[in-house]
């Protein structure tokens, strides 16, 4: 008998969008915590390393785990000591000790155990679901994942206003608890089906094993590794967005620019979340990303901020359209039973993208960039007469050029045959 089901989809990612709010509220609320205690933005991107590397790193083993053990049982674990980590902070809080370090302690925690929760939640979604329903399923859970940029900052905003960060730490951790209910709730059929038939293996052994579905699978491979291009581009505009803004306008107005932005990911998720896609994903995936592509060298071309939030927009809309076309061929080609390792690895992988552009574009904008658009600077009287000079305009001519790479790659995917034969499976 199936125990197929989108009601019990459904079930769980509202369990898990009630959990992205809730690490949303805390990541804002820790942010500015910390930055009020020390005064140094090196603090808070410590903050965002720790909340951020660990989970990504980890996340081939708990790929692993989710294949060898019960579904279910690694996500309520891996909710259950996340929540360990912000109670450890909440409990410094409580006795008067607040210190950075114990703040990193706890968030690096939390993250190590959120390395278990997302591979066994995507291999899940397999499980539960027919072929037909994962492209509406990817965009809900794209959606899920959009509310923690659009949602938790303006309510983590209001929830300062009214009490400290402990009880935004509180509200958090009570959403852990709602996630497991819901995990709870659809407790069947979440073990793949080689916990039932095959004998356990080394953990190393099911790495590799991992690594060798995806290397057997070459489509799947290339296609990751042109993800993690896209994340690489996509990590400098999550890192430089904000300094290119402010030269130009106040803070305010920075983060209504950034709310109506983030808003794009969530319009494009809700479309793909009510219109069911099943086909000519290769198609999707090269024209959201020549639009992303567009929209993205758009936002560097000008300081009217007003046509930076319009082109914020429409690039963050794009992207749902690429996560969620790369997501099905994906699924629809890896066996069940190898999804959790696979997944695992596709994470580490795609997300390195992000860590190379958090390492590089600081530097880039402060030491090349910007120098060359300031008053007198070397591209000041030729470039800077089409998007204009100071500071700033050299992250817009970087996201120009970043953009343009985008719009390439979205013409050489569906020239990649590897890549067109996952169109078929």
């Known amino acids: 008998m ?13 369990g898990e ?23 140094t933005a090196t603090s808070v991107a410590l903050l965002t390393l720790c909340a951020f590397l660990p989970s990504i790193l980890l996340s081939p083993v708990g790929g692993v785990l989710a294949d060898r053990f019960d579904r279910r049982l690694m996500m309520i674990i891996g909710d259950l000591f996340s929540a360990i980590g912000l109670i450890f902070i909440l409990i410094s809080m409580l006795v008067g000790d607040p210190s ?9 925690f939390s993250s190590i155990f959120v390395s278990l929760l997302e591979p066994a939640y995507k291999a899940t979604i397999t499980d539960l679901l027919t072929e037909e329903q994962f492209a509406k399923a990817s965009g809900l859970v794209q959606l899920a994942a959009s509310s923690k940029y659009l949602l938790s900052p303006v309510i983590a905003g209001i929830l300062l206003g009214i009490m400290d ?78 300094p290119m803004l402010m030269p130009i306008t ?51 071309l000008t300081t009217n901020v007003y046509f930076i939030a319009g082109t914020g927009f429409l690039f963050f809309a794009a992207l749902p359209f690429v996560n969620t076309s790369a997501d099905v061929m994906i699924r629809k080609t890896i066996p069940n039973e190898a999804q959790g390792r696979a997944w695992g690895i596709i994470g580490i992988l795609s997300q390195l993208g992000y860590v190379a552009a958090y ?26 007469e089409l998007i204009g000079i100071g500071e700033g305009r050299g992250i817009g001519m970087m996201f120009m050029i ?21 169109e078929k499976h």
């Open 17 to 39: 969008w009630i959990s992205s709010i809730g690490s949303g509220l805390t990541a804002f609320a820790l942010g500015i915590h910390i930055y009020k205690m020390t005064h």
């Open 100 to 108: 950075p370090w114990k703040i990193y302690l706890g968030v690096t």
């Open 250 to 300: 106040d803070s305010q107005t920075i983060g209504t620019v950034l709310s109506v932005s983030a808003a794009g990911m969530l319009i494009g998720s809700l479309f793909i979340g009510t219109f069911s896609i099943n086909s000519k994903y290769i198609y999707m995936l090269a024209a959201g990303l020549g639009v992303a592509g567009v929209f993205f060298s758009l936002i560097g």
């Open 402 to 422: 970043l953009g343009i790479l985008v719009v390439l790659l979205a013409f050489v995917i569906p020239r990649v045959k590897s890549i067109r034969t996952l």
């Open 2 to 14: 199936s125990n197929k089901s989108f009601g019990k989809f459904l079930v769980l990612w509202t």
């Open 359 to 384: 390492a590089v574009s600081g530097f880039l904008a402060d030491h090349v960039f910007n120098p060359l658009l300031r008053e007198g600077g070397a591209l000041a009287s030729t470039v800077g």
């Open 165 to 242: 960060i402990r009880g935004v730490l509180i509200i958090d951790i009570l959403t852990f608890l709602v996630t497991m209910l819901t995990v709870f709730a659809v407790k069947r059929n979440l073990k793949a089906p080689q916990q039932e038939t095959q004998k356990r293996q080394s953990l190393l052994k099911e790495l590799k094993e991992g690594w060798d579905t995806l290397a057997a699978a070459k489509g799947v491979l290339q296609l990751t590794v042109i993800l993690s291009l896209v994340t690489f581009y996509v990590g400098f505009l999550q890192t430089l967005f904000t």
